[in-house]
């Protein structure tokens, strides 16, 4: 079998999930490695989310925090090619902006992959960090293969890399919905609309609590915290802080709208996974967002607080059960394991 070199530095949230379950559904197929090193939000217990087949190496200095330093830049350069010495990989796959970043200096050539789930220049807004991590793209662009998660993603990643390609994110249908089944939903009495994530500047608390105040007869949740907390001051909002995985099912299930008023995205694991749950979505109208939602078909692509507060105002009065139906449909037909399980064989085969 081909060898598979999975390399992160992102090892928790949203990148986890898809790394740990890339992994897992490429071991019957590939052999496969996985470089990583531990973040404050990987699960303790990460071991049992893979596969005994997948191989774990822990590096030292592929982290934020090591990578502040120069030597240790030059350090995690030679442990990177260290370790490729000795598994000699048919294939590099690089996932998020920092093991990107390092990943293509230390690694160039057709069997390179990287994979920046979101482009972080992107996701912080305007500001100098976000121009040097733009920078970084222009000048490694062309050292890997760019794998995204999207179409709109592709569409940036083709400003920077002559050799694109994407496949949607999936979720697993069957463990979430095992999932749910187990789990009572939590009401309120009031029409609820909910987000799930950190409150930072990508998911632009502060149009969210826009959204909220012009809409005062329905509940608003925020499954999570932040730096940007502060800034949900409308007092028809709560703040739950994080919440189990189970509790924050319950109430997804028990909601009635799921928004998501990001900057960008790869694609959002909870976006797809209350497609599944048949929430009404609504989302901002940018990169990943706006290649899963289609306006009017599968729920609503918006630009402005007003434009959410209308539409959730109009689903108040009469809810339009169609456009959750269908982006249920859309998850069984494309946004799930299965269907990304396939198109990843394909494309590693293809190398």
């Given at each position: 079998?081909?060898?598979?070199?999975?390399?992160?530095?992102?090892?928790?949230?949203?990148?986890?999930?898809?790394?740990?379950?890339?992994?897992?559904?490429?071991?019957?197929?590939?052999?496969?490695?996985?470089?990583?090193?531990?973040?404050?939000?990987?699960?303790?217990?990460?071991?049992?989310?893979?596969?005994?087949?997948?191989?774990?190496?822990?590096?030292?200095?592929?982290?934020?925090?090591?990578?502040?330093?120069?030597?240790?830049?030059?350090?995690?350069?030679?442990?990177?090619?260290?370790?490729?010495?000795?598994?000699?990989?048919?294939?590099?796959?690089?996932?998020?902006?920092?093991?990107?970043?390092?990943?293509?200096?230390?690694?160039?050539?057709?069997?390179?992959?990287?994979?920046?789930?979101?482009?972080?220049?992107?996701?912080?807004?305007?500001?100098?960090?976000?121009?040097?991590?733009?920078?970084?793209?222009?000048?490694?662009?062309?050292?890997?293969?760019?794998?995204?998660?999207?179409?709109?993603?592709?569409?940036?990643?083709?400003?920077?890399?002559?050799?694109?390609?994407?496949?949607?994110?999936?979720?697993?249908?069957?463990?979430?919905?095992?999932?749910?089944?187990?789990?009572?939903?939590?009401?309120?009495?009031?029409?609820?609309?909910?987000?799930?994530?950190?409150?930072?500047?990508?998911?632009?608390?502060?149009?969210?609590?826009?959204?909220?105040?012009?809409?005062?007869?329905?509940?608003?949740?925020?499954?999570?915290?932040?730096?940007?907390?502060?800034?949900?001051?409308?007092?028809?909002?709560?703040?739950?802080?994080?919440?189990?995985?189970?509790?924050?099912?319950?109430?997804?299930?028990?909601?009635?709208?799921?928004?998501?008023?990001?900057?960008?995205?790869?694609?959002?694991?909870?976006?797809?996974?209350?497609?599944?749950?048949?929430?009404?979505?609504?989302?901002?109208?940018?990169?990943?967002?706006?290649?899963v939602i289609k306006d009017g078909i599968n729920g609503y692509v918006c630009e402005k607080p007003e434009e959410y507060a209308e539409k959730i105002k109009?689903?108040?009065?009469?809810?339009?059960?169609?456009?959750?139906?269908?982006?249920?449909?859309?998850?069984?037909?494309?946004?799930?394991?299965?269907?990304?399980?396939?198109?990843?064989?394909?494309?590693?085969?293809?190398?």
């Open positions: 079998m081909k060898k598979i070199l999975m390399i992160c530095e992102a090892f928790g949230g949203g990148v986890f999930t898809y790394v740990s379950q890339l992994c897992n559904d490429m071991v019957t197929d590939f052999d496969v490695y996985l470089v990583y090193t531990l973040r404050p939000q990987t699960p303790k217990n990460y071991k049992e989310y893979l596969d005994s087949r997948v191989h774990l190496i822990k590096t030292k200095y592929l982290s934020v925090e090591e990578l502040a330093h120069i030597t240790n830049e030059i350090r995690c350069i030679k442990e990177l090619r260290e370790i490729r010495k000795q598994v000699n990989p048919d294939i590099i796959h690089l996932h998020s902006s920092v093991a990107g970043g390092v990943g293509r200096i230390a690694f160039k050539g057709e069997n390179v992959v990287y994979t920046p789930h979101g482009y972080a220049h992107i996701l912080m807004g305007t500001g100098k960090k976000s121009y040097i991590y733009k920078m970084v793209e222009r000048i490694l662009g062309n050292r890997a293969v760019t794998l995204t998660c999207c179409e709109s993603e592709d569409e940036e990643a083709k400003k920077f890399s002559r050799r694109t390609a994407y496949i949607e994110t999936g979720i697993c249908m069957e463990d979430l919905s095992n999932s749910l089944n187990r789990i009572e939903p939590i009401k309120n009495k009031k029409f609820t609309v909910f987000t799930l994530g950190r409150a930072c500047v990508q998911k632009q608390p502060q149009v969210f609590n826009e959204i909220a105040k012009l809409v005062p007869e329905a509940q608003f949740v925020w499954i999570g915290n932040g730096e940007l907390e502060s800034e949900l001051t409308a007092p028809n909002i709560e703040v739950t802080g994080w919440k189990s995985r189970k509790e924050a099912l319950a109430m997804a299930k028990g909601a009635d709208a799921f928004i998501l008023c990001s900057l960008g995205e790869a694609i959002a694991m909870s976006l797809i996974e209350n497609m599944f749950i048949k929430k009404l979505i609504l989302v901002s109208n940018t990169m990943g967002n706006k290649s109009a689903a108040m009065n009469e809810f339009p059960k169609e456009l959750p139906e269908r982006a249920y449909q859309d998850v069984l037909d494309t946004y799930n394991t299965g269907a990304m399980k396939k198109k990843y064989i394909a494309f590693y085969n293809s190398l």
